[in-house]
């Protein structure tokens, strides 16, 4: 299955079952057009293909960093963890 109709479907999952449970504070509405991206891109022997929720206390650059705090709710990442610049390479 390729990376966008994977992505899709994680959408589609969150979307429907997050309201019983909670567990995303925040989505990435570019994800799919990330997915397009590393589609294009993609390397043997990298975690490609693979989806990944990130806890709201790891630095994405331009994504919230809330760490579940609503005193953090408008504070967005200036740069990826390490742990984000080591699941992108």
Do not use: W
């Given at each position: 299955?390729?990376?966008?109709?994977?992505?899709?479907?994680?959408?589609?999952?969150?979307?429907?079952?997050?309201?019983?449970?909670?567990?995303?504070?925040?989505?990435?509405?570019?994800?799919i057009?990330?997915?397009?991206?590393?589609?294009?891109?993609?390397?043997?022997?990298?975690?490609?293909?693979y989806?990944?929720?990130?806890?709201?206390?790891?630095?994405?650059?331009g994504?919230?960093?809330?760490?579940?705090?609503?005193?953090?709710?408008?504070?967005?990442?200036?740069?990826?963890?390490?742990?984000?610049?080591?699941?992108?390479?």
């Open positions: 299955m390729d990376l966008v109709k994977k992505v899709s479907l994680m959408l589609e999952k969150i979307e429907k079952e997050d309201k019983k449970i909670n567990s995303f504070i925040h989505v990435n509405k570019n994800i057009n990330e997915a397009k991206e590393l589609e294009k891109k993609q390397k043997k022997g990298r975690l490609f293909g989806v990944f929720g990130i806890k709201s206390n790891i630095n994405v650059q994504l919230p960093i809330t760490c579940g705090s609503k005193t953090l709710e408008n504070y967005l990442g200036s740069y990826n963890a390490t742990v984000i610049e080591k699941i992108t390479r």
